[in-house]
């Protein structure tokens, strides 16, 4: 189902444009007439019981985290059997969209975006149990306007409990370590791996080789 502009969910999410699509579903900027700001809708058109599952575990996991550098969950709801997650719109390019139009960054442009994105995983690896994003790479990293980075999609991310993780598999091939490609136990150093995979790609402009052919 998609959503067309002046459509209203929830009689308060009123959707402005589609800021896009994929397989599972789509992205939409919509007004929240009950706050009066802007929000992204994000929709999960996938009925699969893996998928719902998937979709509820980003829900659950972002309301409960409040860092500057990650986006603030404001609802979870489902309507007409398509789940809907409303966060904060985040303005602006990613980083991969950035890397495509302005080639290979600048070295000190690309460590105060690591700085950042280090405080952020410092954040998420230190809740108990620790939150594993799994998909680092740069088009998952927004920029702002006034320079400040924040990580999206944790479609994929996984709350470590013991030696086990849950949530759901996934990988993006050469941002992604070895374990992640089989059933290894993956943590923080997942996202480490996928951390410096992504500022060799911003700092060389080029696909870092995937973990496995190395």
Do not use: C
Request: hydrophobic residues 35%.
């Amino acid at each position: 189902m998609e959503l067309n502009a002046g459509f209203t969910l929830k009689n308060r999410y009123v959707i402005k444009n589609q800021l896009g699509r994929g397989g599972m579903g789509a992205v939409y900027l919509a007004e929240d007439t009950a706050l009066d700001q802007l929000v992204a809708v994000k929709s999960n058109l996938n009925s699969s019981q893996q998928s719902q599952r998937q979709f509820e575990i980003e829900a659950r996991l972002l309301a409960k985290l409040r860092h500057p550098n990650l986006p603030l969950v404001f609802d979870h709801f489902i309507l007409e059997d398509i789940q809907y997650l409303v966060m904060d719109y985040i303005p602006g390019e990613d980083l991969s969209q950035k890397l495509k139009k302005d080639g290979p960054q600048p070295v000190y442009k690309v460590l105060e975006w690591a700085d950042q994105i280090s405080s952020a995983l410092t954040f998420l690896h230190s809740q108990d149990p620790p939150v594993i994003h799994r998909d680092i790479k740069p088009a998952n990293l927004k920029i702002q306007p006034d320079g400040k980075i924040v990580l999206v999609d944790f479609g994929i991310a996984k709350a470590s409990i013991g030696d086990t993780t849950v949530g759901a598999r996934g990988y993006s091939p050469g941002f992604a370590p070895p374990e992640q490609y089989g059933e290894a136990v993956t943590g923080p150093f997942s996202d480490q791996y996928s951390l410096a995979a992504t500022l060799y790609n911003l700092l060389t402009g080029n696909p870092p080789p995937e973990s496995v052919d190395r």
